[in-house]
């Protein structure tokens, strides 16, 4: 908590920086110098904080805190600040961290959803691989977070938000998609403690059939919603139902193909984060009266895009061979030990292939045919995107080995 407040200073501190105001005599680059340094070290207590939680939850538990969501979450979040901290210190740009701590704090957010309490390693986890394996990959992962910041911003100032040709149309629907996904993200988090501040509950009754040996076996189990049920489980019935501005019964059920452990309550957290997204953007759009992006590009304009382009890419060429060894070689390794096998298609192993493939191509298409600017920042965001896939969709929505990290 109090790393989660000292970041958000910070990043009221860069806006303030980034913004240009004279609130003082100082030079407008002066004074932004100042207020750049002030956020900065804000930044840097707040990651003092965050690795004193880190380091005092390892001592408590006995282990290294990344066995469930809410830990490696958090781990991730103190991560990213610690690549943060690497690449500002080389370039000192302070717009950099107007956008890499807002990402922080959203992951942090979104790590405070999933039970905070300790709990013991399974089986699986029990390894010296495990601290190896994780945080060399979830720093690998940082520095693509970094990375996507810059580019992300990039985008904002390169796209010309006048232009009315297709080119121009179809450049803003994708930097507008962008940040629908992340208001989507965020209204994911807004439902999610409202509902939980006003504490509602739903509850399900449901009988889940499996074919063993050719002949059905019938088991009964309790599905808990934190969220208005839109969406109730296949061939359930009401235990227990919040009526919900005039909602009295579930509006859908889910397909029975997609039955799995809480796939009734995942489907239905898609839905209302997608409902929560789509509405804070359209009334943002009421309260603009044009596209975000349009609202963010003039204050951009005195950003070097060059800039930006190398910071976006000096952070994914440092990322990517520390992914390369945490997310594929060492876990390899860490799977013939735990399973007696390299390589098994689970579905986390496959998705990290598909990262490590695209951050792959990423390098390729750079520096061997020559992609620089808007084509370089359109596939660090898109391969940032992959990541987050990879991370909360494959550990939430896909069965697998790795689904130990998924909701308590």
Do not use: C
Not at 172 to 188: C, D, H, Q, Y
């Amino acid at each position: 908590m109090a790393a989660l407040l000292i970041y958000s200073a910070s990043f009221v501190f860069y806006m303030i920086a980034v913004g240009g105001k004279k609130w003082s005599n100082r030079e407008p680059a002066a004074h932004n110098r100042k207020w750049g340094w002030i956020a900065f070290g804000f930044a840097a207590a707040g990651l003092a904080a965050h690795v004193t939680f880190f380091i005092t939850r390892w001592i408590a538990a006995g282990h290294i805190p990344t066995s469930n969501m809410y830990e490696f979450m958090t781990m991730l979040a103190m991560a990213i600040m610690l690549a943060f901290t690497v690449i500002y210190l080389i370039y000192r740009n302070t717009l950099l961290g107007a956008f890499t701590l807002p990402l922080t704090v959203i992951i942090i957010a979104y790590a405070s959803v999933f039970p905070s309490e300790i709990q013991p390693l399974i089986p699986s986890l029990n390894s010296n691989w495990l601290r190896v394996h994780v945080t060399t990959a979830a720093l690998g992962e940082a520095f693509f977070a970094v990375g996507f910041a810059a580019a992300l911003v990039q985008l904002l100032r390169v796209v010309d938000f006048t232009r009315t040709d297709k080119a121009g149309k179809r450049a803003r629907r994708w930097v507008e998609g962008f940040l629908l996904v992340i208001l989507i993200v965020i209204g994911f988090l807004v439902s999610v403690f409202a509902f939980r501040a006003a504490g509602y509950e739903a509850e399900f009754r449901q009988e889940v059939v499996k074919i063993v040996q050719g002949q059905e076996q019938v088991s009964v189990r309790t599905v808990q919603y934190g969220l208005p049920p839109i969406v109730k489980p296949h061939n359930s019935e009401v235990v227990r139902f919040d009526p919900f501005l005039g909602m009295e019964k579930p509006l859908f059920t889910e397909p029975s193909w997609m039955q799995g452990v809480n796939s009734g309550r995942k489907l239905n957290t898609i839905v209302w984060s997608i409902l929560s997204g789509a509405i804070l953007y359209l009334a943002l759009r009421l309260i603009a009266r044009k596209q975000l992006g349009a609202v963010i590009h003039p204050r951009l304009l005195d950003i070097d895009p060059e800039d930006l382009d190398e910071i976006s890419y000096r952070s994914i060429a440092i990322g990517y061979p520390i992914f390369t060894l945490g997310g594929l070689i060492f876990a390899m390794i860490w799977a013939q030990v735990a399973w007696s096998r390299f390589w098994g298609w689970d579905p986390k192993e496959v998705w990290a292939l598909i990262t490590w493939l695209f951050y792959t191509v990423y390098l390729h298409l750079r520096l061997s045919r020559g992609w620089l600017g808007a084509k370089s920042a359109w596939l660090a965001v898109i391969g940032f995107l992959v990541v987050l896939f990879t991370l909360i969709g494959v550990n939430l929505v896909i069965a697998g080995l790795h689904s130990y990290a998924g909701v308590s």
